[in-house]
């Protein structure tokens, strides 16, 4: 298993800029999150999916879109970029709400 | 106020020493209880579940404390390999777990 997986790991956007956050899981977890990890923050959540078709924002959502088409993707929309965006993006995922949460390597973004 | 708070450190310590992290909750409705360890620029890993009645991995000792709302890692004959970032984190309803920022320990030579 390859696990959770995410592309790119690193890019540069100017600000207005939109982009796609790419995630893909191979365990077949119906839970899946994206987080955003800055400095003396923690880690917050963006957005998360219980299942394929049934998404719901977190704690900071406000930037961002997500769909879930599929068990495997959870993509992750910048609609505008914004310097205040710059951070380092997880995206998760675990079997059930209960169970131990898998992270991706991490996408970091700058924003300029 | 942060949903979960701990002490950022760092945390120097040589080899073979004991070291403690606590860290406080603010939700008394959270119900379950997580340390992470996240190396540096990785992502974060499980390291053990926190139950109520306390639990041990190895050279690695969690404590819940609910009257209190604060939960301890405890590591015990550290090994140069243990230097990383441990999150403490709080699971509150279906999906809303909340992470700590982090407490940095260095294992000293």
């Known amino acids: 298993n390859a696990g959770v997986t995410q592309t790119p790991k690193f890019q540069v956007l100017k600000t207005g800029q939109s982009m796609t956050l790419q995630c893909a899981q191979d365990?077949?977890?119906?839970?899946m999150s994206w987080y955003r990890q800055d400095p003396g923050m923690g880690l917050r959540l963006i957005h998360y999916?219980?299942?394929?078709?049934?998404?719901d924002q977190g704690e900071v959502p406000n930037g961002y879109n997500v769909s879930r088409s599929t068990t495997e993707d959870f993509p992750l929309r910048l609609l505008s970029a914004a310097p205040s965006q710059t951070s380092v993006y997880f995206c998760?995922?675990?079997?059930?709400?209960?169970?131990?949460?898998?992270f991706g390597p991490g996408t970091r973004l700058t924003v300029t | 106020r942060k949903e979960v708070e701990q002490d950022p450190g760092p945390f120097n310590v040589p080899e073979g020493a004991t070291v403690a992290f606590n860290c406080t909750y603010s939700?008394?409705?959270?119900?379950?209880f997580f340390w992470y360890r996240q190396d540096c620029r990785k992502e974060p890993k499980l390291l053990m579940s926190?139950?109520?009645s306390g639990n041990e991995d190895g050279r690695f000792t969690a404590q819940l404390n609910r009257a209190s709302q604060y939960i301890s890692l405890l590591i015990r004959d550290s090994k140069l390999s243990d230097s990383a970032t441990y999150l403490c984190?709080?699971?509150?309803?279906?999906?809303?777990?909340?992470f700590g920022t982090g407490t940095r320990l260095t294992v000293i030579p």
């Open positions: 998760a995922s675990r079997t059930d709400r209960a169970s131990e949460q898998y």
């Open positions: 365990m077949n977890h119906e839970y």
């Open positions: 999916s219980v299942g394929a078709g049934i998404t």
């Open positions: 939700n008394s409705a959270s119900q379950s």
């Open positions: 926190v139950y109520s």
């Open positions: 984190v709080a699971r509150t309803g279906a999906n809303n777990l909340f």
